[in-house]
């Protein structure tokens, strides 16, 4: 067959969407996959014929656009990340394929009601925060720009922690998302690759070339799981491809006949553990021996299929730069570039500087995080246990990278020590972010000032080497999943007024600001709110058993409970608005909901405790007669995409309160502001663009700046002036301190304000004052409910800048050299 007739040769007739013709999918899918008869069939059997029903147009679509890519012999995008936070599918994939509501009528003839089954669907627990909401929101984007991008990561059996409080503690659970299966995933037992562990390397002369090969150690299966990920207002259909591990021998039949069972399955147990849990806690020396695993497994699965998919499409080696494009989110996936030279040089033979050309012409780099402390390393020791080959390649382009940094910056050790890739100050340490500058051609930051300190502190003297790698790409988000689908209320508003343009170019929604000055849009923008919180309230309600007024504000802070993004100053600011109520200095007041979501990391012992403070003052205050109606506090358990699809619709005021300087971008305030919420911070990450687009008297702005932190800093933080100099800040600590939160345990919390008292690193005194003086000004304008909507509804209009669609377009005209390649 002629390649020019590979796709058109393919659509046969595709499966019709209209609603009749969903009808038979279904019932199909219900007798012949589910296995049910209709007359008996759950709720759940509904779901799944559904699934399937949806699952059967996008992979048809996944197909026709697979041959297209080949055909037409496109550059791909490969985006490798430890997270995906996907969220559930069937919602988002008939919206997206445009049939969502001939399959609620195809429904509700069968007497099946839709918004009541796709409750049902677990969310996939393949992420945690920010991270993996981005990644996900990218591939949504690719799909939708029909560009050619796979995704890669781990099929996690349980992800990410179930959270449970139990007394106001993070208890965690496992997330058996997969006990009812996953129809939206295709297994392909066919696509499995060997990744090795421990062992050791054996060198010897091949022709006068020094070659290498890793030997002995032990052996583990990368299994591809598919998901295929369709695009919005068109039929293009990208992939997802999670890898399982699996052993290389499931059973042990000598152990088993000889009694001992538990050695018999042995190694199935530890070979599989792999991909069993998102982040494993690395508080252990085994625990962090298996993160190293995790990452290295998915990373050389997803290489291999690279290469293997580039070589069977009949490209070159030396063309690898021209036809692929590795994308690393963040420094988990940065082992990669040692995989990629050793499957080169190893494998394949080639010298080392030709490899080193095409891996560096290969991949690019997204860091995440201003913290050195939060940037990833590995002890050498366990880096030459676990991957000896990998170390000595590390050694090897470290030698090569520190002879260049020598020939630019002669006589200047300390530069040189800065710069290399192992840390010999601190006990001999692998620094991945180094790894991954070295080995990329561009690295590039999530926001405007993000990217600027990266330039200035983090990788000052990378970009004295190298300025022309650094690009800012500021982040993004999906208002397909965001607007579209979480809030259809607004959505519907909008289309009404300014049709559907904009949800494949979110700057239309500027076209909404001249019906600001509209009374009528107002009211309807204003009871749409109401709506969303109420909905929220039911949560509430069902979740906590906590009735919370839909008239009161909805302070919402949701995110990752980390010292940095400061929960604790919320805390402060509850505990002293508390204080007004009883003491009679509240005034007139709003009544406000304070909303917390998140998790902490198992071994984060400090975030947890600030989730168990939160949780007792919540029981303080929601007891108190005397701030009835005035005052509640709410932790809703267990965060994740669904929940968030109700709490950032309800929003009125989003805390975006992170330390300057520590906040890369963020991307939750991205998608409250969007919703139409006034957003409370400081001049950190994203907010710093926001209040550019959204304008200064739309924002909430407070505290130190990046700079007056670091000035503070420098001529040493003194937090104690603070308390002593603030008698309101000195009574809110004084409270936590002395158990009046914890009266079963009065000093559970003395260590913690002993902390922010000698030490704090985040600030969280030094902004208290400023923060308070905020909030009174939030609850002023919140008062004058015409005043806060017309402000709110700016914030929607003008998020257009926020689009991930965007985002990806830049990426793939600065950072991958890549074109949309798609059909209609």
Request: glycine share 6%; charged share 25%; hydrophobic share 40%.
């Amino acid at each position: 067959m002629k390649k020019l007739d590979m796709v058109h040769d393919y659509d046969p007739t595709p499966l019709s969407c209209d609603k009749d013709a969903l009808k038979e999918s279904i019932r199909d899918g219900l007798i012949h996959i589910v296995g049910k008869d209709p007359l008996n069939a759950t709720r759940r059997d509904w779901l799944q014929a559904v699934s399937y029903a949806a699952r059967e147009r996008i992979i048809e679509r996944r197909m026709y656009t697979k041959r297209l890519f080949n055909q037409e012999q496109v550059k791909r995008v490969y985006y490798l990340s430890m997270e995906y936070l996907i969220g559930r599918m069937l919602v988002n994939s008939l919206m997206n394929l445009g049939f969502y509501e001939n399959c609620k009528d195809a429904l509700k003839e069968m007497g099946v009601d839709l918004h009541e089954i796709v409750g049902l669907e677990s969310d996939a627990a393949l992420g945690n925060g920010g991270l993996g909401r981005l990644a996900a929101c990218i591939l949504d984007s690719l799909a939708t720009q029909c560009l050619p991008g796979y995704g890669y990561g781990i099929r996690y059996e349980f992800g990410m922690f179930h959270q449970h409080l139990e007394d106001g503690e993070q208890v965690e659970h496992p997330d058996n998302w997969l006990r009812y299966g996953n129809p939206w995933e295709f297994p392909r037992p066919e696509k499995i690759y060997p990744v090795h562990f421990y062992g050791y390397v054996v060198e010897h002369r091949e022709r006068g070339v020094t070659r290498h090969h890793w030997e002995d150690g032990e052996e583990v299966i990368a299994m591809a799981y598919d998901h295929p990920t369709p695009g919005f207002g068109n039929k293009n259909v990208n992939n997802l491809r999670l890898w399982a591990a699996k052993a290389t021998r499931d059973f042990d039949l000598d152990y088993f006949n000889e009694g001992d069972y538990i050695r018999a399955v042995q190694e199935k147990i530890e070979s599989e553990t792999i991909s069993m849990v998102l982040y494993p806690n690395d508080a252990t020396a085994v625990g962090r021996e298996l993160r190293l695993k995790q990452e290295y497994f998915f990373v050389s699965a997803s290489i291999q299929d690279i290469l293997a998919r580039h070589l069977e499409l009949g490209y070159s080696l030396e063309e690898l730069p021209n036809k692929v494009a590795i994308q690393l989110n963040d420094t988990h996936p940065a082992i990669a570039i040692a995989e990629l030279m050793r499957l080169l040089v190893d494998q394949h033979h080639l010298p080392w500087q030709k490899a080193w050309n095409i891996t560096c012409g290969v991949f690019s780099y997204t860091n995440h995080t201003l913290m050195p402390e939060a940037l990833e390393t590995w002890p050498v020791h366990l880096m030459e246990r676990v991957l000896p080959r990998h170390m000595q390649i590390i050694y090897e382009i470290n030698f090569h990278f520190l002879n260049e940094v020598r020939h630019n910056f002669p006589g200047d050790n300390a530069i040189v020590q800065r710069l290399s890739i192992i840390d010999e100050s601190n006990g001999r340490q692998v620094r991945m972010a180094h790894l991954a500058v070295v080995g990329s051609h561009m690295v590039n930051g999530v926001a405007a000032l993000h990217t600027q300190l990266l330039k200035k502190n983090l990788f000052r003297d990378f970009h004295r080497l190298w300025p022309e790698r650094f690009v800012s790409i500021t982040n993004g988000i999906t208002p397909r999943l965001w607007l579209n689908q979480a809030n259809p209320g607004l959505r519907d508003l909008i289309n009404e007024h300014i049709g559907e343009d904009w949800l494949m170019d979110l700057q239309q929604l500027n076209k909404l600001e001249p019906l600001i000055d509209n009374p009528g849009f107002r009211e309807r923008f204003q009871q749409v709110k109401r709506r969303n919180k109420e909905r929220l309230a039911d949560m509430i309600k069902e979740e906590m058993g906590l009735t919370v007024s839909p008239d009161a504000m909805f302070d919402v802070q949701i995110k990752r409970i980390h010292e940095y993004k400061r929960q604790l100053l919320n805390v402060l600011h509850i505990i002293s608005y508390y204080n007004r109520i009883r003491d009679g200095r509240a005034g007139e007041q709003a009544p406000r909901v304070s909303i917390f979501a998140g998790k902490a990391a198992p071994s984060y012992v400090r975030a947890k405790q600030i989730i168990h403070l939160i949780n007792d003052v919540a029981d303080v205050v929601n007891h108190d007669p005397m701030v009835a109606g005035k005052q509640q506090v709410a932790f809703i358990p267990n965060y994740d995409v669904s929940s968030a699809s109700v709490i950032i619709p309800a929003a009125d005021l989003s805390e975006q309160i992170s330390t300057a300087g520590t906040e890369a971008s963020g991307t939750g305030n991205m998608k409250l502001a969007l919703n139409g919420a006034m957003t409370i911070g400081t001049l950190d990450g994203a907010n710093i663009e926001i209040r550019q687009a959204v304008g200064e008297e739309n924002i909430f702005i407070f505290g130190l700046n990046a700079d007056e932190v670091d000035h503070l800093r420098a001529e040493g933080y003194r937090p104690r002036d603070y308390y002593d100099s603030n008698e309101e800040l000195r009574q809110a600590l004084d409270m936590i301190r002395d158990g009046f939160f914890s009266p079963s345990e009065p000093g559970r919390y003395r260590d913690l304000v002993q902390n922010l008292l000698e030490v704090d690193t985040f600030m969280v005194l030094a902004d208290y004052e400023s923060y308070m003086r905020e909030q009174e000004r939030v609850d002023e304008l919140y008062r004058d409910q015409d005043a806060w909507t017309r402000r709110a509804m700016l914030n929607t209009a003008r998020m257009g800048y926020f689009s991930i669609d965007r985002t990806v377009a830049e990426y793939a005209e600065k950072v991958w050299g890549i074109v949309p390649e798609g059909w209609n």
